[in-house]
């Protein structure tokens, strides 16, 4: 069965940084994109970064709002991928999940795309 985890989530003031991670387990193989959502409270699940693999190529993907500031990697030795976000703002604050598919290709930006999801971590940005 797989299982994503999130950690790496907190409290931080506006133009702090957070680093999150996303550890998986169940996989036979590794999926060929993964990536993050965030859930603010009222609002629809939105799209924040995801990146994917194919033989010969790689692909990135941000939201708008997040360009720039926030990167996504994956470290390969330890099977775990990773968001790092900077120069955080008020308007960050979200609950955060990693998410991970096989579709191959460049990273889709709709939550139903994914397969799989983790149970979300949660980032909180004072002003």
């Known amino acids: 069965q797989v299982r994503l985890v999130e950690s790496g989530g907190g409290l931080v003031q506006a133009g702090g940084s957070l680093r999150l991670s996303c550890t998986p387990s169940g996989y036979t193989v590794s999926p060929y994109t993964i990536g993050w959502f965030r859930q603010a409270p009222g609002k629809e699940r939105e799209f924040v970064a995801a990146?994917?693999?194919?033989?010969?190529?790689?692909?990135?993907a941000f939201s708008d709002s997040v360009k720039g500031r926030f990167t996504i990697s994956r470290d390969g030795a330890k099977d775990t991928w990773y968001l790092q976000m900077n120069r955080l703002q008020p308007e960050d604050t979200a609950l955060y999940y990693c998410v991970s598919d096989f579709r191959v290709g460049p990273p889709n930006r709709a939550p139903g795309s994914y397969d799989y999801w983790g149970q979300g971590t949660q980032v909180t940005v004072s002003s």
């Open positions: 990146i994917s693999w194919s033989a010969d190529r790689t692909f990135d």
